[in-house]
């Protein structure tokens, strides 16, 4: 239900910008969070930057300055603009969402890097399928 594009390969200190929209279903939560984990080759999957219903956004201490999360409002798609992108930042990029209060508060939680992403990820309720993001040095 959840599709990215916008994935592909840029040099290091690079520019690239990632969406996510739904296929075929709108949100209709009045507290609902959405935002963007990343997994790299061998690592776990980490929480980059979030944003919710309320208008907060957070960001993982890695990305804070040089990425940009961003969504108008619940129909349109979220965006997550990456500037001055290193090798380390390479991965495959997941859009997530999740609905209610609690589980928003755990998004942002994870994202900030205060707990890691549960196994499984319960706490999210919709992932997308990935796109790559390539960095080379």
């Known amino acids: 239900q959840l599709m990215e594009s916008g994935g592909g390969s840029v040099q290091n200190g690079g520019s690239l910008r990632v969406s996510c929209a739904w296929s075929?279903?709108?949100?209709?939560?009045?507290?609902?969070?959405m935002g963007w984990f990343r997994q790299a080759p061998g690592k776990k999957r980490e929480g980059v930057a979030a944003?919710?219903?309320?208008?907060?956004?957070t960001y993982a201490e890695s990305v804070k300055g040089r990425f940009t999360i961003s969504k108008e409002n619940v129909k349109t798609p979220l965006y997550l603009h990456m500037n001055g992108l290193k090798p380390d930042d390479a991965a495959v990029y997941y859009c997530?969402?999740?609905?209610?209060?609690?589980?928003?508060?755990?998004?942002?939680?994870?994202?900030?890097?205060?707990?890691?992403?549960?196994?499984?990820?319960?706490?999210?309720?919709?992932w997308g399928q990935g796109t790559q993001v390539a960095v080379s040095s």
């Open positions: 075929e279903y709108t949100l209709t939560s009045q507290w609902y969070c």
């Open positions: 944003i919710d219903s309320d208008g907060i956004i």
């Open positions: 997530a969402a999740a609905v209610g209060l609690s589980s928003c508060h755990i998004l942002h939680t994870v994202v900030r890097g205060a707990r890691d992403l549960g196994e499984p990820p319960l706490e999210i309720d919709y």
